[in-house]
């Protein structure tokens, strides 16, 4: 106690208040009550920043449950592919015959048959004289057209003047339907970037049904051909019914057609009479509805399949929904890169491929 005392003493009592610092006090009238915000109390509700699907996107998501859907990186490879590559019109013919490539196989066809006379008569000649085995086998006759003859190759010697790059077998691609289905719209829409909205003219479209009358060959970076076909139906022509029913059952280089109906007209008794041809000469097809920028509720289009008995055949096709013309229902091109990567997946090419011939 003495030592508490002691230390006390020794301390300066008055320097010691005179250095304490004290807060002042807030005036009365300055002092008010904090206000609790109830709304920022409460829990914030996490809103879905996902995108609303599109009328096409529900529609592809329900009817092809059968296929796999292909990775971004895959639509974005092929999509590097149409937007580099160069289109160019390659051919047009009004019979399947005037097709470049069949001119050159009917000519090989008949010099080969020819070929095949001669031996037929030199092999008859020596049996008819009894000295086979006395006679040594006469050497096939070698002449301009059959020298260097390897059964192989598709066009030998000569092409008779026609480009060998309008005859060379790249795979193709067909576009069918009824007049004004929108086919060459669809094929502008698929030559075009996908950011544009305004469409490259390299196939001639008009509202008109019944303006194609001819089979038109377009040459994608040398690596496929788009065959433009005439439209079938009340507008069509026989002429043009024949070229296209020719090209679908006698081309070799046909990889896989497709089928175009418009989506605000649906089905006719000629599209179901094309699928019946698809279907019973093994012909492979899909079907693309065109013109979905016309459509306002997704039930209309699903009547339409499921009327049609489209579902029920033995192996059920793809269905693509596309619009070549964008709206406020359809802000942009929606389904087209789906078209272009079918494309690539029927003519066996890899998502990686490059194009040959770029675009200038």
Sequence with gaps: MKQ?????????????????KVAPKEPLNNCKKKSVDIKASRPKKVRNN????????????KFNTEYVPPKISELSQV??????????????????????????RRLM??????????????????????LASNVKPTQAIETESTQNYNPQKMYQGKTEGIPFELINQLP?????????SGKSTLLNNLTTEVTKNNLDEYANASK????TKTINCFNVGRRFRIIDTPGYGTKGTVEQGKVTMDYLLKRRELRRSFL??????GFSEY?????????????????????????????????????????????SPRFIFLNSVTNKQCQKRSGIEILRYVIFEACGLAPGMKPSKLKK
């Design 50 to 61: 996902g995108k609303i699907p599109t009328i096409v996107e529900q529609l592809s998501q």
């Design 172 to 180: 193709e691609v067909a576009f069918l339907g009824r007049c004004n």
């Design 109 to 130: 066809e008949k010099r080969q048959q020819s070929l095949q006379a001669i031996r037929d008569e030199e092999s008859e000649f020596i049996a008819s004289t009894r």
């Design 4 to 20: 508490c005392y002691v230390l006390l003493a020794q301390l300066d009592i008055k320097s010691l208040i005179m250095n304490t």
């Design 208 to 211: 008109k049904a019944g303006f």
């Design 271 to 315: 599209d179901a009479q094309m699928i019946d041809l698809l279907v019973g000469d093994g012909i492979p097809f899909e079907i693309v509805f065109t013109k979905m920028d016309t459509i306002k509720e997704m039930a209309q289009v699903e009547r339409v399949i499921e009327e049609s008995n489209v579902l029920q055949l033995p192996t």
């Design 260 to 265: 175009l109906i418009s989506a605000n007209q």
């Design 79 to 104: 999509n590097f592919f149409f937007n580099k590559a160069e289109v160019k019109f390659e051919w047009s013919a009004p019979t399947f015959n005037d097709i470049p490539g069949e001119k050159i």
